[in-house]
């Protein structure tokens, strides 16, 4: 068992209840497993949708009680009926949960990606990390990528990260741009640029919150380019089956926000993607 405050707070399981979403619900029941702790399941009806289909939450429980595969986890069932978003946001915030999990049923589409949808809502207002579960589990997560624009949202997702796979090998990757590259044609330019990113990273590491244990199992790389072509790279290096994000980053002319690219990789990544906002 992983003995940390994170992982022995419940894990809230957002569901749809299609059939995608099974492979949410079994990384959810492997994770309250291996952390030993209890999995909230919660579905939510839409009021209109479901007085048109004639559905009521008992019936609804019955079938998320027929399709719990067998396991000695706890777990607890909750219907509710109403908004998606606000629900899940209240349900994780009244049991104290450590981690929502949700699946990609609603978050496969180009449109999806825009402001509105229920996880889009989850993510922008949860108080801890949001799981996003696109692949079928086969096994715990080996491998861990970490995007970072060193700002404190970054920070948050890089100890987030660490605390609940301690045991998981850490990639953290910084990509920036050289600014009117275009125009400038000079190498010592974009030295001088790469310098003062590989100075920001040795700054972003020192930092006090970054723990010992955590250090003995980090990676860093400084990659020139776009976020999304650093992350490609690296995913095919490092081959991870986890990608960490943080919702909110740093704005400033050397480098381009990661917090909002954040929601645009979450379309197009293939790995499991953990969403982390600043609580603060």
């Known amino acids: 068992m992983t003995d940390t405050k994170a992982t022995r707070k419940p894990i809230l399981l957002a569901t749809d209840m299609t ?6 619900f079994d990384r959810a029941l492997m994770l309250a497993k291996l952390w030993e702790t209890r999995l909230i399941v919660l579905h939510v009806l839409d009021p209109k949708q479901a007085k048109k289909k004639g559905l009521v939450p008992k ?6 009680e027929e399709e719990l595969p067998e396991t000695d986890v706890d777990v607890q069932f909750n219907i509710e009926m109403g908004n998606i978003g606000e629900l899940v946001i209240e349900t994780a915030k009244r049991e104290r949960c450590g981690l929502i999990v949700t699946g990609v049923g609603h978050y496969d589409g180009f449109s999806d990606i825009f402001l509105g949808s229920p996880v889009d809502h989850i993510v922008r207002h949860a108080d801890v990390p ?20 060193f700002s404190d949202c970054s920070m948050t997702a890089l100890n987030s990260a660490a605390e609940m796979f301690p ?7 910084h990509a920036y741009n050289v600014p009117y ?28 919150t970054i723990s010992n244990a955590t250090f003995k199992r980090l990676e860093t790389s400084i990659e020139k380019g776009e976020l999304g072509v ?13 990608i960490v994000l943080g919702t909110h980053g740093r704005t400033g002319f050397m480098r381009a926000s990661m917090g909002n690219n954040a929601r645009v990789l979450l379309g197009w990544l293939k790995q499991d993607v953990m969403m982390v906002r600043d609580p603060q």
């Open 19 to 24: 059939a995608r979403c099974d492979r949410a």
């Open 59 to 64: 019936e609804a429980r019955v079938q998320l």
């Open 130 to 149: 949001v799981l996003i579960i696109k692949r079928k589990p086969v096994r715990p997560y080996r491998s861990i990528l970490i995007a970072t624009d």
């Open 167 to 173: 045991e998981v090998p850490l990639h953290l990757v």
């Open 181 to 208: 590259s275009g125009w400038l044609k000079s190498d010592q330019v974009a030295k001088d640029i790469g310098s003062e990113e590989e100075k920001l990273m040795e700054r972003f590491l020192a930092q006090t």
């Open 230 to 242: 650093a992350l490609f790279n690296k995913i095919k290096k490092v081959k991870p089956d986890l």
